[in-house]
């Protein structure tokens, strides 16, 4: 790379102006934002982002996945891209930099290098995913355009077939689009992320960024507890098959397993639902939300079974029957090394300390490892909080991200050789 | 009463149809109905009462609590009235004798006293109390005709303000209609009521039916663990503040405590609500619906003590806050000794085994004991299955607690004197 490359920056106001002007959709008024994948306020920001595109004088390009992009046609024509992104839904009620940040300073990235005029031997694009979060499947959009998209993954997925089918229909997409919206592996040059930690790794080993070595494995489960339905007035204690009562003490008792036997690894029951529901009612069923995620192959196997047979074991005390049915489960997924040398070698050129780690949570990046060289860099999170309003990374952790997504597309780019 | 009136007995074959016609609305095919207040099913139940009553050239009245009655003039004009009911709402998936029995019996008494011409010193009405299982608010009608509802009680009740609204809505009725239902109670004679006993305790002492001696009380809470909303990878399991966890140790001690504590009691925590509620979010709160029982005033106390405590105390384990709202409490009632003599009396002469005992569940006939002599006929319950579609009671014992319901009515009309 020439000096001119490695001296050039982001420009700070513009990003923070797009930032602020982002979070400002479908804000819960408390530093947080409302934007499950094809809600109205999601709609609204992707709506949002293709006029920032159009604005920027970039082509924009929507994908029958839903994936957003703005082009950069900085290289040879039909060369490949090198594609900077992630995602601009969220969690109910969660975070305004998660997903947000990344899509943003990928825009940023593709601003700077045409405020510049550089020619590189990659064209670039700045993409928005589908559906990361998995309000209705999960690395949706990522997962599409990598052709890691099956019929089967769409067939029951995790926020239910109904939830997906209007979602779908809200956004003008269809199911059939989701499985044509395949990119050959050949015209990727390669997937580079800028994510916020959600964690305090980062902060503590004194480091200014983080370079991700491998995300995480996460697999999911809807585990239903089944008693019977009794009056709860009438029915004496003793002979109840109550529902509620294996699901608290699952929930209890996988806690205490993965803080007992699985340490590198974490569990969540984060969503309950008791049937039919009343006051006066001995729950017939509970059921719960499983997620579970292990950094290593043959953890990530251990766990699932040890979860499965807990729930077994806590069913059985109380006399009831237990149904568990398997959700998703994404392997753990190791980062390229080339792209992990791209961003040690930007956080030398910006004088920057980095931290190699391995990412707690899932992200767009492993569905495109499958198919390019793909890597992500982290800002440090505040006090870890993430998915939720809290949630927040000093605006210099910010600058300087984006900056190293910049250095490390120039460092990747200039790599390639065609 | 002469022995023309002690040999009455009930049409069983027009009680059958109109039973088997009326569990065809909202049946949910396997046994059961789903008649939750003002649902469309419910109000089919009730366009078909009101039919039923208009063809049985009885006259309709419906109050401004939306109660609807059969009324038969056979005493004097503006004398007082005999009332005789239940309630054509269900749980959610519920059986199809709860309620329904006893309204379809008591308009079978007022047919058959109308097809024999008899006069009596008391006019009768069958009536059909609007919301008792508590959808909406619970034993709503009744409590509205007793002059027992404050508006207070429709501040937040236990179905949610929202819920309320839309129900009253839906019925065609209002708040104010609610609290202007009250009726005088020199207007009333007594109140009978024939219900399903929920239980098994008639058949086991080898009775025919159930006389009433008290109900139980009934008190419930909506507790609310409270925690931190956050990213259910990236968080250590050891620094996160679970909602969860809380309300799943207070699910399991609070059957512990009744087990062990309180014999004569019982509690249910019958809905549980894990916000925000997505597989990837430590929950942050998680709402439990609890009821308890308790058959007399100070065990009634005790219990609703221990249980707070033990909520505060879970809380502190996790490092939760909990919030406790109290929905509604109604005490132990007991059952006018009169009118247990009089169902006593009706057994004798139909040659019956009956059994004196608590109700554990709450009925209409509690509100009504505040302004007239009220009492409760049981029939028994097989398995003692309630509150779900196997809810069951063998048709001959049906017909019986019809025929006990006329008999009884008959005796306290007998002993009037104006």
Redesign the interface.
Known sequence: MNSTQASLRINASRFKDNFEALARIGSTGDGGVNRPSFSPAHLQARQWYRQRVEEANLAFHGDSAGNHTAVLSCGPASGPTLLLGSHLDS????GCFDGALGVLAALEVLQTIQDAGLSLPVNLEAIDFSDE???LVGLLGSRALAGELARGDLRDP?GGRAALETGLQRAGLSEEGLLQAARPGSSLAGYLELHI???ERVHRAGADLGIVTTI?G?G?YRITFIG????????????RL?A??G???F??AC?QL??DTFPAC?????????Q?????????R?TL???Y?APETAAFARIEGALLELAEEQARCFNLEVEAEKLAAHPPTPMSQQVQTAIQEAADTLGLRALPLTS???HDAQSLAAVCPAGMVFVP?VG?????PAEFTEWTDCVNGANILLQAALNLAGKMSF
């Open positions: 969690v109910p009620h969660g979060e998995g309000t995790r930690e959600q964690g995480v996460i999911s019977r339905a009794d009056h709860a007035g009438t029915t004496p204690m003793e002979t109550d509620a009562q699901a608290s003490a929930t209890l806690r993965v803080l974490v569990a969540n029951v984060g969503k309950i639902e008791a039919p529901g009343a006051f006066n009612i001995v729950p017939a509970v939300a499983l997620e995620r707690r949570a899932g999170s870890g909080v993430s998915h939720a």
